[in-house]
Structure formats: structure tokens, C-alpha cells
């Protein structure tokens, strides 16, 4: 496993602290999203994307279930802190947004593992 790897996570993590960052009031909506629960769709997809690229940082064939594990905590140990610092940019944090940010980090894990399985059997 090369250094390399972890590159994608780590700017796809950036990314979504930068974006979290954003005041509400300046983030906007965009017309299709604007349906009540619109928001965790986005939170888990922006998270399964993390967990999708963690889990290949961590190496494909490598996936054992406490390196799955690993993945996922540290992604929802990230979630809850990004959900934490909301409140000092002009945001609100919101606990239902953590569950939404662990259960897309699952996603992409379980997807990952799922795919790399069914292509090495």
C-alpha cells in the first residue's frame, strides 16, 4: 500500500469541511433538493463517497472486518466532528446528520468490499 492512496480520502475529507464550512444561508438550495430530508440524502452520499475511498486506502484485498471497522469509526468519529465545528461557521449541528454522515460512510465501505469480493471470486 502506497502513501498515494490515501490522497483521494483525504481531499474528498477537505472538501467536505470546506463545503460544511459554508454558512447556510450561503450555501443556498438547489430546486430539486428542497424536499423535506433532502439534506442526509446529500450527507450520505457525500459519505459514502469517504467511505468508498477509505476503504480503498486501506487496501482491497486487506478489507478484514477490523479494518472495516476501522474505517467506518474513523469516519464517523470525522462526521461527528465536522457536525461539531458547524456551530462556530453560522451552521447548526444536527445529530441526525451524523447518523446520515455513519450510515453513507457504511454504505461506501460495504459497497467497496462487496465489489472488490465479487470481482476476485
Known sequence: MTNRRWVPPIAWAAVILLISSIPGSDLGVVAPLSFPGADKIVHATFYALLGWLGARAVGAQDLTLSAVAWTITSIAIF??????????????????????????????????VWRQRAQTA
Do not use: C, I, K, N
Open 79 to 112: 462526521g461527528a466532528a465536522d457536525e461539531w465545528h458547524q456551530q462556530f461557521v453560522g451552521r447548526s449541528p444536527d445529530p441526525m446528520d451524523w447518523v446520515a454522515d455513519t450510515f453513507g460512510a457504511t454504505a461506501g465501505v460495504v459497497l467497496y
